[in-house]
Each structure stands twice: as C-alpha cells, then as structure tokens.
C-alpha cells in the first residue's frame, strides 16, 4: 500500500514570495505519477503538475514547479511569485501507472497568501 | 468540452437512510473513481469503474456500492447511513493512467 504524508498542515506567504511545499511518499511501485492538485475554498480540485517518475526532470508549469527526488521518495512544490489566487489547500497525490483512478492523498496543505 | 459533473451539490439525511449520489464523466473519459473527503483531510479512494465493471476498492464497507451507465456516467449509493459518513464525495473521470478531473463533489451531512 501506498502513503502519502504532508507534513505542513498550513503555510503563509506574502504576495509575490516564493513558498515550498513538502510531500514525501512510500511505495514499492516503479512506475508511477505523482501529482500536486489545488482545492480553492468552496470550489473544484485542480491538478496543478504533475511527474511522472521515470523522468528524472523536474517538471514546470509557468509559476509553479517540483524538486522530485525520487531515492528520497519526496516531492516538493515551489510556488514562485505568489498571488493571492494562490490561496488554497493543496494535496499532493500518487498514482500508480496500473490503476489509472485510484490515487492516494496527503492530507493537504493550507495556504494563505497574505497581501 | 463537457467537464464532470455532480449531483446534488449538497443534501442532509439522517441516520439508516439510504443516499444515492450522480456523476457525468468528462466527454470521452471511460473511468469513473469515487473518494471521500472528510473535512481537512485528503480524499480517499472508494472504487473505481471501468466500462461499467468494478476496477478496484478502497478500504469501505459493502454498504458503499455503485454503477457506471454505458454513457460512462455513475452512482454511489450508501446504504444504512452512519454519522461518520458525512463527507463531501468527490467524482473523478479519467481516459488512461494519469491526472483525475474532479467535480465539485456533494456535501453528505448525516444527522
């Protein structure tokens, strides 16, 4: 079985700093994804990035970008030039390459971006 | 592009009762997972459908059960409600291995 562990229950930042997010996983699996989704308050949860774990490259979406260490088991996300629409809990998720639905969560991080 | 959606978006029952919840899949997409989010917590995987069939199940009970429809479409139906059931159920559609498309979920509040 799989376990994904968020050791941050809630973090701050002030507008336009960069924040890091931690997420460290188990698992005996190979081949898999890791993903970081955005749950805003009160609305529907968005995949931010994703990795898949064969690539050693970190991957990148405009602001937002991971540090996957793959020997560690730890994937962390760097949000750079925070907006306040950063706000939000965000969960970071590991999904086995086998079973194309059955993710497996962290319990999430709250962020506040302060202005 | 249709995204996934659910319903209702908010429903109360009590204790014993029975509740089933809706979901459309995104156009195209042929897997269908349910999870539950208790609140602050992370969501955590209940089944999943594959072309109308069970393609795996999280640790919950027999009285949790579903249904895809040939549209890819599906219900989750729980029976004899407990209060520890209230959650928000998330639907979450998906073509292959890779990222989930959520709904808005349902708020279950079990009295």
């Known amino acids: 079985a799989q376990t994904v562990t968020q050791s941050q229950p809630e973090m701050s930042v002030q507008e336009a700093e960069t924040v890091t997010l931690s997420c460290t996983y188990d698992?005996?699996?190979?081949?898999?994804?890791l993903f970081w989704y955005k749950q805003p308050p009160s609305r529907q949860m968005i995949l931010v990035i994703r990795?898949?774990?064969?690539?050693?490259q970190n991957a990148t979406e405009n602001r937002f970008s991971v540090n996957f260490q793959k020997a560690a088991k730890s994937f962390s996300l760097k949000i750079s030039d925070s907006q306040l629409g950063d706000t939000a809990m965000y969960f970071c998720?590991?999904?086995?390459?086998?079973?194309?639905?059955?993710?497996?969560f962290g319990d999430g991080t709250t962020l506040t971006v302060k202005p | 592009e249709t995204g996934v959606t659910q319903s209702p978006t908010h429903l109360i029952k009590t204790r014993g009762q029975q509740v089933t919840l809706r979901c459309s899949s995104q156009?195209?997409?042929?897997?269908v997972s349910w999870y539950q989010q208790a609140l602050g917590q992370g969501p955590q995987f209940i089944f999943q459908?594959?072309?109308?069939?069970?393609?795996g199940r999280g640790n919950f009970p027999p009285r949790f059960s579903g249904l895809q429809f040939p549209n890819y479409s599906s219900e989750l139906n729980v029976n004899a409600l407990e209060l520890d059931d209230s959650a928000l159920y998330l639907c979450?559609?998906?073509?292959?291995?890779?990222?989930?498309?959520f709904g808005e979920g349902s708020r279950l509040t079990v009295l």
């Open positions: 990795q898949e774990a064969y690539k050693q």
């Open positions: 156009s195209g997409h042929n897997t």
């Open positions: 459908y594959y072309r109308e069939e069970e393609n």
């Open positions: 698992t005996s699996e190979n081949n898999y994804y």
């Open positions: 998720a590991f999904q086995p390459y086998t079973n194309a639905g059955k993710s497996t």
């Open positions: 979450a559609s998906s073509l292959s291995p890779g990222e989930l498309f």
